[in-house]
């Protein structure tokens, strides 16, 4: 029994350690990037707008609450700077490179450094005042309105559309997903930080 604890105590620690060291923090970063650019090949093309339906929402509010502002952030950019040099990060139902960071997705991408430092900023500080689930919830939601309003403004200036036609284009399709994405992403987070704690 001492000894499963005391196993258990030192998984712990060392997880905890893997998040304060430097070399720790860039071993995320790049987790981080990876597992977003994962998310992203787990798509499906809509025949009436040019954004796909993908996980990359989830992962980028996930990575955010998960390594917190600074790394989250870093991991996006990371993740940006790697699909700009051309390796296959990026949904695969369109071109690579930098030609995708000026494409119609081209919004929602740029939005994903701020969206995950929202949600770390914002999961770190409701903790104080309620669960984990609900700062979770609030985080997700939070961070989710920097990913549909760059991405939404991005697709109607490039395509000049009305705001009727950018609302059936580029939000609505989205929302249902959305919010299962984000109960998802809070309750991932939720385990993963009692688990932690435990």
Same mark, same amino acid.
């Given at each position: 029994?001492?000894?499963?604890?005391?196993?258990?105590?030192?998984?712990?620690?060392?997880?905890?350690?893997?998040?304060?060291?430097?070399? !720790?923090?860039?071993? %995320?970063? &790049?987790?981080?990037?990876?597992? =977003?650019?994962?998310? /992203? $090949? *787990?798509?499906? #093309?809509?025949?009436?707008?040019?954004?796909?339906?993908?996980?990359?929402?989830?992962?980028?509010?996930?990575?955010?609450?998960?390594?917190?502002?600074?790394?989250?952030?870093?991991?996006?950019?990371?993740?940006?700077?790697? !699909?700009?040099?051309? %390796?296959? &990060?990026?949904?695969?139902?369109? =071109?690579?490179?930098? /030609? $995708? *960071?000026?494409? #119609?997705?081209?919004?929602?991408?740029?939005?994903?450094?701020?969206?995950?430092?929202?949600?770390?900023?914002?999961?770190?500080?409701?903790?104080?005042?309620?669960?984990?689930?609900?700062?979770?919830?609030?985080?997700?939601?939070?961070?989710?309105?920097?990913?549909?309003?760059?991405?939404?403004?991005?697709?109607?200036?490039?395509?000049?559309?009305?705001?009727?036609?950018?609302?059936?284009?580029?939000?609505?399709?989205?929302?249902?997903?959305?919010?299962?994405?984000?109960?998802?992403?809070?309750?991932?987070?939720?385990?993963?930080?009692?688990?932690?704690?435990?």
């Amino acid at each position: 029994m001492q000894s499963a604890a005391s196993t258990q105590l030192g998984l712990t620690q060392r997880t905890g350690s893997l998040q304060d060291s430097l070399s !720790g923090k860039v071993i %995320l970063v &790049v987790a981080a990037s990876v597992f =977003v650019a994962i998310c /992203a $090949h *787990l798509s499906i #093309p809509l025949p009436f707008t040019p954004v796909p339906l993908t996980l990359q929402n989830f992962a980028v509010i996930l990575v955010g609450m998960m390594l917190g502002p600074v790394a989250g952030f870093s991991a996006m950019v990371l993740y940006l700077a790697e !699909g700009a040099m051309g %390796l296959p &990060v990026f949904t695969p139902h369109s =071109v690579g490179g930098v /030609a $995708h *960071l000026l494409g #119609p997705n081209a919004g929602y991408l740029f939005s994903y450094p701020l969206a995950a430092a929202t949600a770390g900023w914002v999961v770190r500080l409701m903790q104080r005042v309620t669960s984990r689930f609900r700062s979770g919830l609030v985080a997700a939601t939070v961070a989710s309105a920097p990913i549909f309003i760059l991405g939404a403004g991005w697709l109607a200036h490039l395509l000049h559309l009305s705001a009727s036609a950018t609302w059936t284009m580029a939000i609505a399709p989205f929302l249902p997903g959305e919010v299962v994405k984000i109960m998802a992403a809070a309750g991932i987070f939720s385990s993963v930080q009692r688990w932690r704690r435990s």
